[in-house]
Structure formats: structure tokens, C-alpha cells
């Protein structure tokens, strides 16, 4: 382990949690009696991060995180289900059916960790480190307490609480330094302001301009992750206006971005309406505990791109079916620069878009109606409809006509429908022609 001497100087201020409100009640039962085991064993350990946080500011936690001075294979070593994950800096997993509690060793500051011997070779033993290490190693001054279950006190090493009593996200260090080391943080910086309903600290803020273009270099499976915590938290539509305060909508969706700048601007308007209501209504089905998927907003958000690239193909091809094809493909092409989307989504993303077209064909015929009203994807197809009324294209008729017809009850598929009977085999006898 680094030397106490190399950690950085700070000074801890201990808060009684009953102070705050805060006690052991509050935080989960199972991560408490973890924390308890740790140090039980003769190990520091603590909750920290989000979770004292959120309870600060009274918001449910998410997550309950724990650190500690106990190596991963001395945590692993009390209890059963844990699991060891991670190569250089491993994590250790423990695990209660299908909720898993994560308990990461301290880890040292970058520039002891990258401490080599002569040979150039990585210190092993400088992946960990003190609890200063671990301070200023987080992103966010507001994710760096850390509570203490033997005391009931809330420890603090950077007069977070006043950071908290302003709703100020603040960057623990060089801003521009560590949006280098991990441009993920801006991202994250714009999602705290609007979870959080704060305001980015003037040198945090002004440092973004400085380094958005690192976003670009991200890997686009881990873009995808945290578009799925800007998204699907249940404050969205507040990410959405944040993200776009501070100029980083562009680095997830640049193409959607482009459509917002559109020299028609009834055109641009419309987009931004339409990513804004499927947010929106993303977050009220999360607030109504209703079923939600991402393929749904990601569908909203690059739909303006789609249209775009459909009428451009349609323009070409002169062969509607062909240029919506070819359109997804292009659409779903150029978005995965940015954005790793599963197979799955993208399929799902596929239907919605390509029912569209169906909604207007499948009027002239009770077979296409009744097809597309038991098709799997038609009531995320047709909430999507709603969606691009409520922007404002002019589908009024549309709409009506849909939604009445889902109330008729002789079109509407049923469910407990008795399966056709099979047609009749003839037993044995003579073959009758086609059966061999
Ligand atoms: P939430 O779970 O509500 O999204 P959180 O603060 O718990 O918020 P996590 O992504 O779960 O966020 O991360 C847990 C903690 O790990 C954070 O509170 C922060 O201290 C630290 N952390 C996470 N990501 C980073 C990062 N990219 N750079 C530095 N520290 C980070
Ligand atoms: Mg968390």
C-alpha cells in the first residue's frame, strides 16, 4: 500500500449524521450489516458516494456503495457470496439474488498508481491507497462523503456540505485535467445539475469547451451505458435540457444535434419537441412504475435524422419500401459511431419507425388492420404516433382513427382466442398426393 506521506493532505471534518437526518436506518440493511462484517474483521469500511448523497437531498438512492482499507481477496475471504471482478483494479461483488452490492478497495491517486520500478513495470501494490487517495479520486465533491455506521457520522474532507447547501456540482481538482483523464464526467456533470437540481460550478462548467471533443475518443458501449443513465433514471427530460445547456447533446447524437441547427426551422423545432415529449413520457411511465425501453426514446431521437434520410432516398430510389429500408440502415450506421446499440434495440428501433408507414396503408384493409393491431411492437408503434402528433405533424386524422379503432372491440385481436382447429389428417390408408 502507497505511504500515508504520499496521500494528499486533507483534513476530515466528522458530522453527526442525526444532524442530517442521517442514520443507519436509512441506508440499506444488507450493505450496513456488510460494512459491519468489514469491520468486524478489523478493516476501515464505509458507505459512500451517491448514496449518502441522495439522502442528503432527500431522493431515494440508487445504489449503496461501500469502500474500504481490506484488500478484494480479504473481503472476498468473509463472504461466501462474493464475487472478485475486474483485472488491475479488481472489485469485489456481493451478491443477494439478483441485487449486487459493490465493495471497492481505496484507491490510490493516478500518479502514485502509475508509479513504475526500474524496469518501467507497474507497482502492483499502488492500485490502492488511503482514504485521501480514494477522496480525491472521485468525480464530484458531492460524491465524495463517506459515513461511518460505528459512529453514525458522516466524514467529510472537502467542506462537501457547503457545496451540498449551495447545489453546487463542483470537480474535485484540476477540472480540465479530469475531464481529460475521463471525459465521461461531463457527461456526468450534466446529469448531476439536472438530477440534482444544481447548478455546475463556474471553473467545472467553463472547462467542458475545453474538452467535449474528448467524448468522441470514448469507447461507444460505455457512451451507451450512460446514455441509458441520462435517459432512463426518470429525469430525462430534465438530462435533455441539461445536456443541451452545456452543449454535449452533439456528442451523443450529432446528427440529431445537426437536425436542432435545420435551416428550416419548423423543422428543428419540431425535433427538439419530439426528443423532449418521448422524454417526458419516459419519465412519467417510470414515476407510474410502467414498463419503459430505451429503443423507444433512442427511436424518438434519431427519427429526425430517419426522415431526413428518407426523403432523400425516396428522391432517388422512387421506391418508398427500399429508401425506408436503406434509410435505417444509414441512420443506425452513422449512430453507432457514437453509441454501441444492442442488435436487439436496433431491431426494436426498426419496427417502430418502418410501422409508421403501415399506419397509413393498413386503413384501406381489415386484414392489414387487424395484422398490424396484433403485431408485437404496434402499441410502442403507435405511442410513437402520438408522439409526432404532439410535435406537431399534422396527424389528426390519424390518431382519431387509431385510437377509435382500438375501442372497437371486433378488431381488436384477442388474446384468449381458441387456436384454428388443425386441419384433418387422413389416418393410414391410401397417400394422397404431396405427402411424400
Ligand atoms: P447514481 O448511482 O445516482 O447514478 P452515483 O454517484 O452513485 O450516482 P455511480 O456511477 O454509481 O454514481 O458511481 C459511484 C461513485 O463512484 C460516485 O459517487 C463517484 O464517487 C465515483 N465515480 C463514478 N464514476 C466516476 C468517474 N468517472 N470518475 C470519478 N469517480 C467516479
Ligand atoms: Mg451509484
New binding site residues.
Given amino acids: 500500500m502507497s505511504q500515508a506521506a504520499n496521500s494528499p493532505n486533507l483534513t476530515c471534518r466528522r458530522l453527526d449524521g442525526k444532524d442530517y437526518g442521517i442514520t443507519n436506518n436509512q441506508f440499506d440493511r444488507r450493505a450496513v450489516n456488510i460494512v459491519k462484517q468489514i469491520n468486524q474483521a478489523g478493516f476501515d469500511a464505509y458507505l459512500?458516494?451517491?448514496?449518502i448523497?441522495?439522502l442528503l437531498l432527500g431522493l431515494p438512492?440508487?445504489?449503496f456503495?461501500i469502500a474500504t482499507n481490506a484488500r478484494p481477496e480479504e473481503v472476498a475471504g468473509l463472504f461466501r457470496n462474493c464475487r472478485l471482478i475486474g483485472r488491475r483494479f479488481r472489485l469485489a461483488h456481493i451478491h443477494f439474488g439478483r441485487d449486487i452490492i459493490e465493495v471497492?478497495t481505496f484507491r490510490a491517486s493516478p500518479d502514485q498508481e502509475q508509479r513504475t520500478d526500474a524496469h518501467g513495470h507497474v507497482l502492483e501494490d499502488n492500485h490502492y491507497g488511503h482514504i485521501e487517495d480514494d477522496v480525491v479520486?472521485?468525480?464530484?465533491t458531492?460524491?465524495?462523503l463517506y459515513y461511518d455506521v460505528r459512529s453514525g457520522e458522516i466524514l467529510d474532507y472537502l467542506n462537501v456540505m457547503d457545496d451540498i447547501e449551495a447545489k453546487r456540482i463542483a470537480m474535485i481538482g484540476d477540472p480540465e485535467a479530469?475531464y481529460t483523464?475521463?471525459p465521461?464526467?461531463m457527461l456526468?456533470a450534466a446529469?448531476?445539475a439536472a438530477?440534482l437540481n444544481m447548478t455546475i460550478e463556474p471553473k467545472t462548467q467553463a472547462a467542458i469547451a475545453q474538452c467535449r471533443d474528448g467524448i468522441k475518443a470514448v469507447p461507444a458501449a460505455r457512451l451507451f451505458d450512460e446514455a441509458q443513465?441520462l435517459f432512463m433514471?426518470g429525469y430525462g427530460e430534465r438530462c435533455f435540457a441539461s445536456l443541451q445547456e452545456h452543449d454535449l447533446f452533439t456528442a451523443l447524437f450529432p446528427d440529431t444535434a445537426s437536425v436542432f441547427e435545420h435551416q428550416q426551422e419548423d423543422y428543428a423545432r419540431y425535433a427538439q419537441e419530439l426528443v423532449r415529449i418521448a422524454l417526458a413520457n419516459t419519465d412519467q411511465r417510470i414515476a407510474e412504475g410502467r414498463p419503459v425501453t430505451i429503443a423507444f426514446l433512442l427511436a424518438a431521437i434519431l427519427w429526425p435524422v430517419y426522415q431526413l434520410a428518407y426523403q432523400g432516398l425516396f428522391e432517388e430510389r422512387d421506391n418508398w419500401h427500399a429508401a425506408m429500408h436503406e434509410a435505417v440502415d444509414v441512420v443506425h450506421l452513422a449512430a453507432a459511431e457514437r453509441l454501441s446499440i444492442p442488435v436487439r434495440l436496433r431491431g426494436m428501433i426498426r419496427e417502430i419507425w418502418t410501422l409508421q408507414a403501415r399506419f397509413d396503408l393498413a386503413g384501406r384493409s381489415t386484414r392489414k388492420m387487424q395484422s398490424l393491431l396484433s403485431h408485437p411492437r404496434f402499441r410502442a408503434a403507435y405511442d410513437f404516433l402520438l408522439i409526432r402528433h404532439g410535435a406537431g405533424e399534422p396527424l389528426d386524422a390519424l390518431v382519431d382513427w387509431w385510437t377509435a379503432l382500438q375501442q372497437d372491440n371486433d378488431l381488436m385481436p384477442s388474446h384468449d382466442e381458441k387456436p384454428r382447429p388443425k386441419k384433418r389428417r387422413s389416418r393410414g390408408g391410401r397417400k394422397r398426393r404431396g405427402d411424400r
Fill in positions: 459512500v458516494g451517491g448514496c448523497r441522495d438512492p440508487k445504489d456503495d471497492a479520486r472521485r468525480d464530484f458531492v460524491n465524495a479530469r483523464e475521463d465521461v464526467r456526468r446529469r448531476f438530477k443513465k433514471g
